[in-house]
């Protein structure tokens, strides 16, 4: 099997986040409650990791010296940074979620996520702020949780919506390929473990090898199995970047 590789997709796509990329398809999911403990993480696995995935609405000090902080250190280790806002509401409303409140989300996060399901508003709405600061969205095509309702038809759906804006949804996040590479939509997927199968609370996991290689996947998004109780993160990031990366190699004809 055979596919083409990062580069040459990214120098196709129109959107310019889908460009510029070091050797990881590895995104770490930051889930953690301090402003101390993410900019650590960030400069502690910033070589391993193209993408650093927030939920900012978890830290319990967050100021704007963290996210100026934590955009010093996507320069120096070459990441971007993928806030997981997971926006639903109708598109005036998620303009202003997404410029404004707390967190000014756009002014910061390089790409963002929404969910389909309100309709296609939503992303008209993000667009007319990310789009003039040059970020990305992507769709939530799929979630890795049992029994999502994002399947069939709502999946389908939400390619469709994506397709009409190329312009600004640069992916989606989903289980697998849902498009022709010939497309260049990039595809994030999280729920991925070595270790475990779940988590007691409906998450499901899946090892790198089966995301990137049979399901098709560009980029890995793994969080607990990197930083959980009694891990040595730099080792489990090292662990995960090669797992993601040798898949890869697999995917395009190349040996590790
Ligand atoms: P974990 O610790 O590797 O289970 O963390 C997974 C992260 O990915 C966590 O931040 C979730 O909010 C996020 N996530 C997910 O697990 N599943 C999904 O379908 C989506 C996001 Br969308």
């Keep these: ?22 050797k990881s398809n590895l995104s770490i999911a930051a889930d953690v409650s301090s402003k101390k403990e ?11 990791i193209c993408l650093f ?3 900012i609405d978890i830290v319990d000090d967050f100021d704007q010296d963290l996210v100026d902080q934590l955009s010093a250190l996507a320069l120096k280790h070459d990441f971007m940074i993928f806030e997981d806002r997971k926006f639903a509401d109708i598109g005036n409303t998620v303009k202003n979620q997404y410029s404004s409140g707390v967190y000014h989300i ?6 963002t996520n929404c969910h389909p399901l309100p ?19 992507l769709l939530l095509a799929e979630m890795s949780s049992a029994g ?53 609370l409906g998450q499901q996991y899946r090892t790198p090898r089966n995301v990137i290689l049979e399901c098709g996947s560009d980029v890995i998004i793994v969080g607990r199995g990197i ?30």
Excluded: C
Aim: hydrophobic share 35%.
């Design 1 to 22: 099997m055979s596919s083409r590789t990062y580069a040459e997709r990214a120098a196709a796509h129109p959107n310019p986040l889908a460009k510029g990329r070091k």
């Design 38 to 48: 993410l900019l650590e993480l960030a400069d502690v696995l910033g070589p391993y």
């Design 53 to 55: 995935k927030t939920h």
């Design 106 to 111: 756009a002014s910061w996060s390089h790409i």
């Design 119 to 137: 309709g296609e508003g939503i992303i008209s709405g993000l667009k007319e702020v990310g789009l003039p600061l040059n970020r990305g969205l």
């Design 148 to 200: 999502s309702l994002a399947t069939g038809e709502y999946t389908k759906i939400s390619v469709e919506m994506a397709r009409r804006h190329k312009d600004f949804v640069i992916g989606f996040v989903a289980g697998r390929r849902l498009t022709e590479e010939s497309e260049n939509f990039i595809y994030f997927t999280p729920g991925v473990g070595l270790d475990t199968t779940g988590d007691g």
């Design 227 to 256: 930083y959980g109780p009694g891990k040595d993160r730099i080792a489990q990031a090292k662990r995960y970047r090669e797992a993601g990366w040798s898949a890869y190699l697999e995917k395009i004809g190349h040996s590790a």
